[in-house]
């Protein structure tokens, strides 16, 4: 059955988008992420869901864009960035969806407005899942807390949390998938939001497009900058080097001075919390062993 | 004549004691670089941006550092047309 709305938990964040219109969510599970039969008593953010003819460009007084047309994902473009009262926005414009024109997310502190331009008026249910769209706003929202997303696989290995990172292609998810068969866990092996908390900096999946999965997270013990090699290596890096190398691979829209220095910074905490090291591995599990021999 | 000018898309952090040029940008394709500026060139950046001009920056240098003018001008210059070449500044 569906409903008048959803509420998803991810990276410790709990949103609630919710329709103030005729329009309901498909009962589906947000992939994974929804808050399904529970009392949501504390949300950071609570999101109004309703259709519309059109937005206001002129409110905008800072941007960053991206173009995905001719990329092999479904054919988007889409902007983020500040509007003049301080609230930030997403908008996506679509080329290729069948349900929508376009949709733009407003977030102020607390309170969002989600407004979706659809191709059918009469459209009932819609799913409240929207690529890009809610990767776009977690990033919005970890940042916040000084946290960001990162091109990278995590594994969880006895409470010990471990990332690697590199360029697609290098070995993100040849490296999970060792951990995996040497008993660990894989948060993830494409993309995670990273949050400072407390106790240490956990890293969290986040909803993927084409897959389910559930609310995971690790509390990192190393950062691994990874490369191929024909012998395994593993070498400390500290300071300016190990957080720019990382901030390689991290994702950014520094479209204001104030964001790019805040995520540089963000990042530097990042490494300055947790070791980070070069590591050079060839594909098999000797690479395991000699992480855990660590003992970080 | 010429002056140096900011085209003021870059940002000045400082991480782990090293100054980093953070590039701003509006688009994921004019996303560049960041760059580490070593001492000399942190040196030269501070008073690109307090409004000195090049050859006052070069005589600068001359005083602060123990090199002569021929290769304080090299390397000013080059620092500056580099700054030039990744959009950072223009001259007018």
Not at chain 1, 54 to 65: K, L, M, P
Not at chain 1, 162 to 177: D, E, N, P, R
Not at chain 1, 238 to 258: D, E, V
Request: some cysteine; hydrophobic content about 45%; proline content about 4%.
């Amino acid at each position: 059955m569906s409903s008048p709305e959803v509420v998803i938990n991810v990276a410790g964040m709990v949103v609630r988008f919710r329709s103030v219109c005729r329009l309901r969510f498909l009962p589906v599970e947000f992939r994974g992420f929804a808050v399904v039969g529970a009392q949501v008593v504390d949300m950071d953010i609570d999101v109004e869901v309703a259709p519309t003819s059109g937005h206001d460009e002129s409110a905008c007084v800072s941007s960053f864009v991206g173009d995905c047309r001719g990329t092999e994902m479904p054919d988007h473009r889409w902007e983020t960035g500040f509007l003049a009262d301080g609230s930030e926005y997403i908008v996506v414009d679509f080329y290729d969806n069948s349900l929508y024109n376009w949709v733009k997310l407003t977030l102020g502190q607390s309170k969002g407005l989600l407004q979706l331009s659809l191709k059918d008026s009469s459209v009932a249910e819609v799913d409240p899942y929207i690529f890009p769209l809610l990767n776009i706003m977690v990033s919005r929202l970890i940042r916040r807390r000084h946290g960001f997303l990162v091109h990278s696989s995590v594994v969880s290995d006895n409470g010990n949390g471990y990332l690697f990172t590199a360029v697609s292609g290098t070995g993100k998810s040849t490296m999970a998938g060792l951990w995996e068969s040497m008993g660990a866990s894989v948060i993830n092996d494409d993309m995670l939001a990273l949050v400072p908390c407390a106790d240490g900096v956990v890293a969290n999946n986040i909803p993927m497009p084409y897959y389910s999965s559930t609310p995971r997270r690790a509390t990192l013990k190393g950062i691994f900058l990874i490369s191929q090699s024909k012998v395994n290596f593993i070498n400390p890096m500290n300071g300016a080097l190990a957080a720019l190398r990382f901030l390689s691979n991290t994702i950014s829209q520094p479209c204001t001075k104030a964001a790019a220095v805040q995520h540089l910074e963000d990042v530097s905490s990042v490494t300055a919390r947790v070791p980070v090291f070069s590591l050079g591995f060839k594909p098999d599990v000797d690479i395991v062993r000699d992480i855990r021999n660590l003992n970080l | 004549m010429q002056k140096l000018v900011s085209n003021n898309n870059y940002a000045l952090s400082t991480v782990a004691g090293d100054t980093v040029l953070v590039p701003v940008s509006d688009s994921v394709n004019t996303l560049c670089n960041l760059f580490v500026l070593n001492e000399l060139a942190a040196f030269i950046f501070s008073r690109i941006e307090s409004g000195r001009d090049v050859a006052d920056i070069i005589a600068d240098v001359v005083a602060e550092y123990d090199v002569d003018q021929q290769r304080a001008d090299a390397d000013v210059n080059e620092f500056v047309n580099g700054l030039v070449d990744k959009g950072f500044f223009h001259f007018e």
